[in-house]
């Protein structure tokens, strides 16, 4: 993966739509990483007994969904400056699986810092599941 550089980049440039695949067994392995073995992300009945429709993502998944994204359009994990979110709407992950698209929109530049500005948008759906999503880059 190379690095994006700085002066290829302007503002408004746009990347995505990009769909990242979210299945049941995607939730289990992220609730052994995490720890977060919160029954809502895996068993269906304790789910829709708490009132959701289904069984939801775990809230940092959809965000890590997400910073892999920018990740991949900027070529360097080590880059992600910061990156801030508020968790809006859960992801519903039914028995045949889901996906989150993620796009992206450079809003500013410093050049003094060689740094970018992105607003991302993460929508399972119709549903925009991340809201006031930024995150900072150093581009090279």
């Given at each position: 993966m190379s690095r994006r550089t700085f002066d290829s980049v302007s503002v408004g440039d746009t990347f995505g739509p990009?769909?990242?695949?979210?299945?049941?067994?995607?939730?289990?392995?992220?609730?052994n990483a995490s720890g977060d073995q919160n029954p809502i992300h895996q068993d269906e009945a304790f789910a829709k007994s708490?009132?959701?429709?289904?069984?939801?993502?775990h809230g940092m998944w959809?965000?890590?969904?997400?910073?892999?994204?920018?990740?991949e359009w900027v070529g360097d994990p080590g880059a992600v400056l910061?990156?801030?979110?508020?968790?809006?709407?859960?992801?519903?992950?039914p028995v045949d699986g889901s996906a989150v698209t993620v796009t992206g929109v450079v809003k500013s530049?410093?050049?003094?810092?060689?740094?970018?500005l992105v607003d991302l948008t993460t929508v399972c759906g119709e549903?925009?599941?991340l809201g006031r999503c930024q995150a900072r880059v150093a581009l090279a």
């Open positions: 990009t769909e990242v695949a979210v299945e049941r067994e995607t939730l289990v392995a992220y609730a708490v009132g959701l429709p289904d069984v939801i993502a959809t965000m890590g969904a997400t910073s892999s994204v920018l990740v910061d990156i801030g979110t508020r968790f809006t709407k859960p992801v519903v992950v530049a410093d050049e003094e810092t060689r740094s970018v549903d925009k599941v």
